[in-house]
């Protein structure tokens, strides 16, 4: 891709050679190499700019930068006669705002503006469960699937490991690029807020996006609930989809189908459901309708898709309720999508999905399905990635059914969305027999003070006469809280280790040790079995 060609996506000052090419693009100076276009982004702490030099000194000769980014860049290189030659050879292209075109940018060079055909999801809860459940039901009719998310991106069966739930913009066309070249028909893609705001989606187009729910998380960086829910409504405009199925199971759902710029079918549980659920609770087999498009309203379906079937049936292969509705929204958007109903309505009960850490059932031989039966001698142990109020109880409620005493291990990050530790206090002690308090990342705050807020909406609870538990107590240790959580159940018992899901760090200060829930639960159940007793928390 030559610069004269990026001067209509990015319109700006270009300094240099218009013609010279350019092979990739990248905004880290520590993997940007020769013939790739180095993005010289403004951060909080550091201007992008003020590595250029020491790239162009290695052969790095193609820049995308703001006036002040390119200011930086002259005055560095202009001392010696050696330096100014380089600059000389440099190609820039100088705009206002370069994040914002980074994206449009990076899908020109990649060639990722149509390839893959991309599935996007965006949510509070339930994105990575759905964009898994997504990529089993591809996998069972026979396509070559990728998946991007928070556990991990998987291009045709490889896994690269995951840092953010989205990459950024560069990155994410690199890899868009990788499944090109691996023969990759669709990708189902984890969308979240911050990658929305911080334009790290833009040049990504859905032919189907998705909406699960909207509770309180992330309002340290979006403030407010409204701005929370705006920055997710981008997802639905013209920019970044084709269609979109919103589930309307809560208030934000129907706000967001108002929001919407592109057509919408509703899914949910009622009759005013364009997908409509037909589900026993506690079963994982359901039926899913679609009513006729005549009783779409304003900015809902348009009519463009026709399905001769008009009920599928559906199995979860996931516990929980809240994956009835994650496994029908997953139905529902590869129907959108241009996938018959016939087909997924052929896989729909046999199709099969794990997903690392969500309600992972441990033991000390690995995962398990959750309906499967457990050691006699040993607790039911789940590894869940809960850690919103809503989260923590809808994960406790799913366990209700078959377990005689309920207990939760569980923390709150710190540096994060302060207000919702009240929420998570309270939504445990109305759900859980035991509340085992502990440290989830406290990061550079007081690990005290951040059990001591989740501690207050247990109290709360307790007052008001709306709480099940009956015991509460505090192992700052996560991995000895874990311990002894599993030490201390009857068989009889479940214990939710809560927050962490797929994660193999513990955070403290600035400092990030190995630590993965999964390991040290399987380890707890082996102590367990060999008659070591590392603690009690009860009985």
Same mark, same amino acid.
């Given at each position: ?281 506690? @079963?994982?087999?359901? &039926?899913?309708?679609? =009513?006729? !498009?005549?009783?779409? *309203?304003?900015?809902?379906?348009? +009519? #463009?898709? %026709? ?97 005689? @005493?309920?207990?939760? &291990?569980?923390?709150? =990050?710190? !540096?994060?969305?302060? *207000?919702?530790?009240?929420?998570? +206090? #309270?939504? %445990? ?105 590392? =603690?009690?928390?009860?009985?």
């Amino acid at each position: 891709m030559r610069f004269s060609q990026l001067l209509p996506i990015a319109p700006g000052t270009l300094h240099g050679d218009p013609e010279k090419e350019v092979t990739g693009v990248s905004h880290d100076s520590r993997g940007v190499a020769p013939g790739q276009l180095y993005a010289a982004l403004p951060g909080a702490n550091v201007h992008g700019a003020k590595f250029a030099p020491e790239l162009i000194r290695s052969g790095v000769d193609a820049i995308l930068t703001d006036s002040h980014g390119w200011t930086q860049v002259t005055e560095a290189l202009g001392g010696t006669e050696s330096d100014r030659a380089l600059l000389d050879g440099v190609t820039a292209l100088i705009v206002e705002a370069p994040r914002a075109v980074l994206g449009f940018v990076s899908a020109a060079v990649y060639g990722t503006t149509s390839v893959p055909e991309l599935i996007g999801v965006t949510g509070t809860n339930g994105k990575t469960t759905t964009t898994y459940l997504v990529d089993g039901m591809l996998a069972a009719l026979g396509h070559r699937t990728a998946v991007i998310g928070t556990v991990a991106i998987l291009i045709a069966g490889d896994t690269v490991p995951s840092v953010r739930t989205t990459p950024e913009a560069p990155e994410l066309h690199a890899l868009f690029a990788k499944m090109r070249t691996a023969e990759v028909d669709t990708c189902s893609m984890e969308v979240s807020s911050h990658a929305l705001s911080q334009h790290r989606v833009d040049g990504a187009h859905f032919s189907v996006a998705g909406f699960t729910n909207l509770s309180q998380d992330h309002l340290d960086f979006h403030n407010t609930m409204e701005e929370y829910f705006e920055a997710k409504a981008q997802l639905f405009t013209r920019t970044f989809s084709d269609r979109a199925v919103i589930v309307v199971e809560d208030e934000w759902g129907e706000r967001m189908v108002d929001a919407a710029q592109v057509p919408v079918r509703t899914l949910g549980r009622d009759e005013r459901s364009q997908w409509r659920i037909d589900h026993t609770p506690g @079963e994982s087999e359901f &039926v899913l309708h679609l =009513g006729d !498009d005549e009783s779409a *309203g304003p900015n809902r379906a348009d +009519g #463009q898709s %026709a399905h001769t079937l008009r009920s599928i049936r559906l199995r979860s292969p996931l516990p929980g309720d809240f994956n009835v509705t994650n496994t029908a929204l997953a139905a529902a958007m590869l129907i959108e999508s241009g996938v018959a109903a016939e087909d997924i309505d052929a896989i729909g009960r046999s199709f099969v999905t794990s997903v690392p850490g969500r309600m992972e059932i441990i033991d000390v031989s690995g995962p398990r399905a959750l309906e499967e039966s457990h050691p006699e001698l040993l607790p039911r142990a789940i590894v869940d990635y809960s850690h919103t109020p809503d989260a923590i109880a809808k994960a406790l409620a799913t366990l209700h059914a078959d377990s005689e @005493e309920l207990v939760i &291990v569980f923390g709150a =990050g710190g !540096d994060r969305d302060r *207000g919702k530790r009240f929420g998570m +206090g #309270q939504a %445990a002690a109305r759900e859980a027999d035991v509340i085992v308090l502990t440290d989830d990342n406290p990061r550079t705050e007081d690990p005290a003070a951040i059990r001591a807020a989740i501690r207050e909406g247990v109290d709360a609870a307790v007052s008001a006469g709306q709480a099940r538990v009956k015991k509460i107590i505090e192992v700052p240790d996560r991995g000895r809280a874990i311990d002894e959580a599993i030490a201390s159940a009857d068989p009889s018992t479940t214990v939710l280790i809560a927050g962490k899901g797929h994660e193999t760090g513990q955070t403290v200060g600035t400092t990030v040790t190995e630590f993965d829930d999964r390991a040290r639960t399987r380890s707890a159940l082996s102590m367990r079995l060999g008659g070591e007793q590392p =603690g009690k928390v009860h009985r």
